[in-house]
């Protein structure tokens, strides 16, 4: 079945500690993105993929890391968290880049006290 | 402000009813895409319309583009209680700080469809 599965779906987490969240596609999809979603904000991109090797920055992309070593997977590392990271992210993926169908992951709620 | 403001940003109908959703976006696009969002959920892909199209159907959907105007509407016929949902538009009109195109969502419209 073609997904894109984010893990883990919840994490609460202490401020500065570093965590990972992954995302993987098994659509041999080009295309990588990661979003978090806040009230009244709406979906806001984080980061993106182009392919392999080349990511760019979104619109809030500070306090994120991300890497694209192989082309399945863009996990998202919050290196020192904080509170103000507490959100619904989402990670989503498509066929190549430019404005075509994504297809999101299940999101992670993620809690920073 | 984002590009694809979506307007209204809430909507509240009867089941049966018509319910139309709009979005404006501020500068050149190549594609407009409509999502719909069941709460906490990931995004699920309704339609795509490209910058020389200016009508799709895809079912009970019906998508509009206006270039001139820089906005697209979303008609959903006979809503249903289950289009209870969040619907977003998206446009690829930005590029990020190394020049790559990239999708930029609204803030959405909240419709809920009373049975």
């Known amino acids: 079945e073609a997904q894109v599965t984010q893990n883990p779906r919840y994490l609460i987490t202490v401020t500065g500690k570093k965590l990972t969240v992954t995302c993987s596609q098994n659509?041999?999809?080009?295309?990588m993105s990661w979003y978090r979603q806040d009230p009244g904000l709406g979906l806001r991109q984080i980061y993106y993929s182009m392919n392999v090797e080349v990511t760019d920055k979104g619109d809030v992309p500070e306090g994120y890391k991300v890497s694209r070593k192989e082309k399945r997977n863009f996990p998202l590392i919050l290196e020192s968290p904080s509170p103000n990271q507490t959100s619904l992210y989402f990670c989503?993926?498509?066929?190549?880049?430019?404005?075509?169908?994504?297809?999101f992951g299940q999101g992670t709620r993620l809690t920073v006290v | 402000s984002q590009q694809g403001e979506e307007d209204p940003q809430a909507l509240s109908i009867q089941e049966g009813e018509n319910a139309t959703m709009n979005c404006s976006y501020k500068?050149?696009?190549?594609?407009l895409q409509w999502y719909r969002q069941n709460s906490g959920r990931g995004l699920v892909h309704l339609i795509l319309?490209?910058?020389?199209?200016r009508e799709k159907h895809s079912g009970r959907l019906r998508v509009t583009l206006d270039t001139s105007k820089k906005s697209s509407s979303l008609l959903i016929t006979a809503s249903r209680a289950a289009d209870t949902a969040s619907y977003f538009c998206a446009t690829d009109a930005e590029r990020g700080a190394g020049g790559y195109q990239k999708v930029t969502f609204g803030i959405g419209t909240k419709l809920q469809v009373i049975p």
């Open positions: 319309i490209r910058s020389n199209e």
């Open positions: 500068t050149s696009i190549n594609n």
């Open positions: 989503a993926s498509s066929p190549f880049w430019g404005n075509t169908e994504a297809f």
């Open positions: 659509m041999n999809h080009e295309y």
